[in-house]
């Protein structure tokens, strides 16, 4: 039984640095590197490529909207094409820094409202995949499983990578609670190891509208970007070694 | 006898057009794209590769200073790790591009302002020989003879294309003539074409300050976005053929 | 019996030239400047700051969503927080520059999906119309009639100009015809000055899903922008005039 | 006796924050606030603006060059009118949220490569000059003493305040030490402190290169945005007060 543990990162810029790269690298397996758009300037990309290096991480590439004042969490009305030529572009530029380390491109995902657009706007969904396909149709794809945006990325042909959130809570429909909703995000570390531990052993967890609701992952994703995040990581992945499970990268 | 016309193109942003690439592009054996910097949005990008295929023209990385408002065109004090970052990313964005269709990078030529500064700044130079090492040891790159960026790029190991331009004026030392100086740039068309057929046919061309200059040249490098510009290309290209020059790319 | 002609201008940005300023200009009464976020960059908006005062054309800001790449024409999903703060930070700049001309800020007309959402979005309309208030109570908001942005507008105590847009097809309802549509584009001039004539005359003009609609006007928006931009500009104002309609700035 | 103490601040950038504004705002009694170019997102401004207010602390606008990626402390060619227009942009947008908040714009500090490039370059003080001087003759500008920067600001007429930095080591020939000598930054907050009672008491301080130095200071600038930042504005005002000096805005 193994898990892979995958974390937002790189998104500092310039002299702005955000979130705790240092100390949640050596925590998990892959990382999805910010591209430039919603943060990641390219001297703190390469910065972010290299820590990733020096601890055997997975890197994938992090394309967001571009709206660097929003980091990318503000949805916004991108034609199919505009979404395929800015993820296609960020791909690119994040490809040269792990070309230039002698690394591979590991995977790709979508970043804050691009991502959460994708799960239920198909031509947004369809859109990233084809960019995907374009650039690398190895290259496989990290999803929110039931989604059109898992349809549309098997529908392109790519591999797919299903994906749970052990802070966040899910409705018995599957979907994530709304963040608007009371409880929908977890910050107590315990309580988000315990959520992990049931997601990868049980292939289920507790629903915030009652009863349970069954949950498939391959790769867990924990945020490292507030205070408490590396307390959360370490937690989480402290659960899963004490359980047995093997964590390394998909 | 044989010689590649080369134009800066593929600099429209968004809803902002620049430049005549669509007149442009039938003229030349080599565009140098904006990658995002100065000009360029992903769109725009996909748009000018597709050109550029269309026409079977080969294409370049034309990256620049992260200075979209000024055009690339003003010198900025970076860092020699900040510009190897710059140029790293700007490459494998339009990369991206030229991959999704098939094509491969051509060569890389540094725009306006970094292209003036790597022409006299070593280290600016070295680090964007560096860059295009990383990236891909076999792509050449375009220099300005005669100077320290010259120097870098062989250093480096890269293949080197030699740069001529027929529409500025040159300095009896080789060098370009500033802008500042009366006569530093050449608008008639049929004075550009004739200059053009000196740099290839006799390898030297009138100097500003008296007498003569060598040129050597392996490639002419022609502004197609002033308003007289398609028709200086088309003089350029006419005298050439008409001469019986060869005109295909590097 | 008198009319406001205004157009969208200055959005120019750096070496990117955007729309016919120059000719349209002499056009019309009032212009709406663009403050740097979807066009306009701050020696351009000087630029035109400077072109307006030559002119004697009434300045009012247009402020946009933070999108240049886009030219603010998709809509992003701020909260009203950040649609107050973006607002009143444009028109902030754009005023630097009246107060250095010795103008006053005339009016403030949001632009392109600003400008839309505001029109069925009860709190970005609220958000702009707040941020106008906290500016300058006394500075009148353009409008669409019939929307809940005009009805914000009112409820903040702000002076409300009512606008229509000649090139533009209406439905019955009173609404813009989305673009999507056929015909909802006027692009031959003469029609769009007869329509502008009907709209000042009559107060009504046909709607595109059949009959006629009323359409209140007290300045009447033409686009520059496009080849015949400055065409059409003159065919409207020949028709006003001819009619006897006074073309003068609310 | 009095001195007043300036912080740079309102540096964060949307999700992005920069520095110690809650920590920094008690101690000082001025704060030059970012307006959008090398940091201060307009929703982050407005937040300083309140700041401000609510500790009665006097805010002026902290122009910069456009490059947020790189903290506006990378300097840049640009030409005085481009300098005139970016500067007045800033002030303007700054002072849209002051004017909000019934609060007057107190003074204008130009920020890090461009106070530094204004220092030794006449032209580009002059530009800063004639901008503030275009939007408000009566605003005061903060300046090194000393350098041409001083002169220009003197001579459009504007009321000069003269700027010491007891973290920055000097020269004997007044000007501060290039920081890439050795010991031209004090961290010591104690030795920081001393600096500043000398500064203000005898009106000199030791030269890094020998003897002394004369420093003439009606502001002292500290900076809060580096880890032991806070720490060091606390040492300096307590020194201040303990010495009995008053400490209020010039």
Redesign the interface.
């Known amino acids: 039984m193994f898990i892979d543990l995958n974390a937002d990162a790189g998104e500092s ?6 979130g705790h790269d240092q100390e949640i690298f050596p925590l998990v397996t892959s990382v999805n590197l910010a591209c ?1 758009f919603h ?1 990641g ?3 703190r ?2 910065e972010a490529v290299a820590l990733a290096k020096a601890h055997g991480v997975a890197v994938g590439a992090h394309p967001g909207f ?6 990318g ?6 034609s199919p ?2 979404v ?3 993820v ?10 792990l ?2 380390e002698g690394l591979r491109l590991h995977h790709v995902k979508p970043h804050g ?1 691009l991502y959460l657009k994708a799960c239920r706007d198909r031509e947004t969904a369809r859109a990233i995949a084809e ?1 995907v396909k ?3 149709p190895e290259v496989p794809l990290v999803v929110l499983p039931g989604t059109v945006y898992e349809e549309e990325a098997r529908k392109a042909g790519l591999r797919v990578v299903l994906e749970a959130f052990p802070e966040r809570a899910y409705l018995q429909n599957g979907q994530l609670a709304p963040r608007s909703l009371p409880g929908s995000w977890i910050t107590d570390p315990e309580e988000a190891a315990r959520r992990a531990l049931r997601m990868v052993l049980e292939g289920k967890v507790e629903a915030l509208d009652g009863g349970e609701v069954a949950v498939r992952a391959e790769t867990l994703c924990i945020h490292g970007d507030n205070p408490r995040g590396p307390e959360l990581v370490r937690a989480v992945r402290r659960a899963l070694e004490e359980a047995g499970v093997e964590i390394r990268a998909f």
Chains 1, 2, 3, 4 share one sequence.
Request: cysteine-free; proline content about 4%; charged content about 20%.
């Open positions: 810029y310039g002299a702005f640095t955000y430039g943060g300037s390219p001297s990309m390469r571009p709206d660097l004042v929003g980091f969490r503000r949805e916004m009305a991108l094409e505009e395929y030529a800015d296609l572009y960020q791909i690119g530029a994040l490809h040269a820094f070309r230039a409202a960019a374009a650039f690398d």
